[in-house]
């Protein structure tokens, strides 16, 4: 059993949503602990950044290249991607000081490590609730073997991966003696067509693996999270910014406060509409009556005729003889006077 903050993270359950707030605080740990207060106030479990420096993501080939994968700074002579990389990076300090201000406020703070040193800071000091492994590491095997070997829970995105290389990376984390494992299907495009978001692989890995399976979401809007509702997603992470207009590569596919509250309650509305597989009767049994139809008369019938199937028909309210019981009332005879467009009763034959 896997707990999230005493909450259990499994399938078919209420879903567990992380507000994915990476490094759309643009730095700014005043902006980030806005982000917190207001997406505790939308409802989510769980906000997560993301614990890069620029000596653990990138090697010096990239900043040479100066190659930005987001929009917002390609072509530009103002910045380099080194320059962005370490304006948008939060040290240890800082993390201490939001996983503090995430401890006062009720929210559980999170973050996804990129070195091993990441990994010893975001556990050993900060005692994170799990850890994070962002799709590009997925096939890092020696790191997850690394996370995996502190024995916290691990959520598992799969995106940029072949279902071999997933396989490949769940073997590893479970031979390194943690069974602790969510697997999110995840498409690492910002943002995936609607024909590429494949939300039945949600299905696929819960069937593959049988782990809790959830979804990191990368579309604009919210309609995708909520239909994986339908297949038992049990977490749900989705990037959050406060203005889709901000400088910064992450904005424009997160989602912003308005649609964060939409989410979070259309989520946890779908969520109690799947309901059981147990077929339960909810309405009263007064609305029954009035929608169900009794047997009736089609003409007056005099005491002591013989009914036949021509004397009846079938009307509201169902609060007379079922239609299905009609031949156990054929051939009787009428012990009195019924009138026309009467409910039949028992004691009347």
Same mark, same amino acid.
């Given at each position: 059993?896997?707990?999230?903050?005493?909450?259990?993270?499994?399938?078919?359950?209420?879903?567990?949503?992380?507000?994915?707030?990476?490094?759309?605080?643009?730095?700014?740990?005043?902006?980030?602990?806005?982000?917190?207060?207001?997406?505790?106030?939308?409802?989510?479990?769980?906000?997560?950044?993301?614990?890069?420096?620029?000596?653990?993501?990138?090697?010096?080939?990239?900043?040479?290249?100066?190659?930005? #994968?987001?929009?917002?700074?390609?072509?530009? !002579? %103002? *910045? +380099?991607?080194?320059?962005?990389?370490?304006?948008? @990076? &939060?040290? /240890?300090?800082?993390?201490?000081?939001?996983?503090?201000?995430?401890?006062?406020?009720?929210?559980?703070?999170?973050?996804?490590?990129?070195?091993?040193?990441?990994?010893?800071?975001?556990?050993?000091?900060?005692?994170?609730?799990?850890?994070?492994?962002?799709?590009?590491?997925?096939?890092?095997?020696?790191?997850?073997?690394?996370?995996?070997?502190?024995?916290?829970?691990?959520?598992?995105?799969?995106?940029?991966?072949?279902?071999?290389?997933?396989?490949?990376?769940?073997?590893?984390?479970?031979?390194?003696?943690?069974?602790?494992?969510?697997?999110?299907?995840?498409?690492?495009?910002?943002?995936?067509?609607?024909?590429?978001?494949?939300?039945?692989?949600?299905?696929?890995?819960?069937? #593959?693996?049988?782990?809790?399976?959830?979804? !990191? %979401? *990368? +579309?604009?809007?919210?309609?995708?999270?909520?239909? @994986? &509702?339908? /297949?038992?997603?049990?977490?749900?992470?989705?990037?959050?910014?406060?203005?889709?207009?901000?400088?910064?590569?992450?904005?424009?596919?997160?989602?912003?406060?308005?649609?964060?509250?939409?989410?979070?309650?259309?989520?946890?509305?779908?969520?109690?509409?799947?309901?059981?597989?147990?077929?339960?009767?909810?309405?009263?049994?007064?609305?029954?009556?009035?929608?169900?139809?009794?047997?009736?008369?089609?003409?007056?019938?005099?005491?002591?005729?013989?009914?036949?199937?021509?004397?009846?028909?079938?009307?509201?309210?169902?609060?007379?003889?079922?239609?299905?019981?009609?031949?156990?009332?054929?051939?009787?005879?009428?012990?009195?006077?019924?009138?026309?467009?009467?409910?039949?009763?028992?004691?009347?034959?």
């Amino acid at each position: 059993m896997i707990k999230f903050n005493g909450k259990e993270i499994k399938n078919f359950s209420e879903p567990y949503i992380i507000a994915e707030i990476g490094a759309n605080h643009n730095g700014d740990i005043g902006l980030a602990k806005k982000m917190i207060d207001i997406a505790k106030e939308k409802g989510v479990d769980a906000v997560k950044f993301q614990s890069w420096s620029k000596s653990s993501i990138n090697s010096k080939k990239v900043y040479q290249d100066n190659y930005f #994968l987001a929009d917002d700074y390609r072509n530009r !002579s %103002d *910045h +380099t991607l080194e320059s962005i990389i370490e304006a948008y @990076s &939060i040290g /240890k300090e800082e993390q201490k000081e939001l996983k503090e201000y995430c401890d006062k406020v009720g929210v559980t703070f999170s973050s996804t490590p990129f070195s091993n040193a990441e990994v010893d800071f975001l556990v050993d000091e900060l005692d994170v609730e799990f850890i994070k492994v962002a799709s590009m590491d997925l096939n890092n095997l020696p790191f997850l073997d690394y996370m995996a070997r502190k024995g916290k829970p691990i959520i598992l995105s799969t995106g940029l991966s072949t279902i071999a290389e997933v396989d490949e990376a769940v073997r590893t984390i479970i031979s390194a003696g943690n069974d602790k494992i969510v697997i999110l299907h995840c498409v690492s495009i910002y943002p995936p067509k609607n024909e590429e978001v494949n939300l039945n692989n949600i299905d696929m890995l819960r069937n #593959l693996y049988n782990l809790p399976t959830g979804y !990191s %979401d *990368h +579309t604009i809007g919210v309609t995708a999270p909520i239909l @994986s &509702i339908a /297949k038992g997603t049990c977490l749900i992470e989705k990037h959050f910014t406060l203005d889709k207009n901000m400088e910064g590569w992450d904005h424009k596919v997160s989602a912003d406060p308005n649609e964060l509250e939409i989410m979070v309650r259309e989520c946890k509305n779908a969520y109690k509409m799947l309901g059981s597989y147990y077929k339960y009767v909810n309405e009263s049994q007064e609305r029954k009556d009035a929608f169900r139809r009794s047997i009736v008369t089609t003409r007056d019938i005099k005491e002591g005729e013989i009914i036949t199937e021509e004397d009846l028909e079938f009307k509201r309210p169902g609060t007379g003889i079922e239609p299905k019981y009609k031949d156990f009332i054929i051939g009787k005879r009428a012990k009195r006077n019924i009138q026309f467009d009467e409910i039949i009763k028992i004691s009347d034959f």
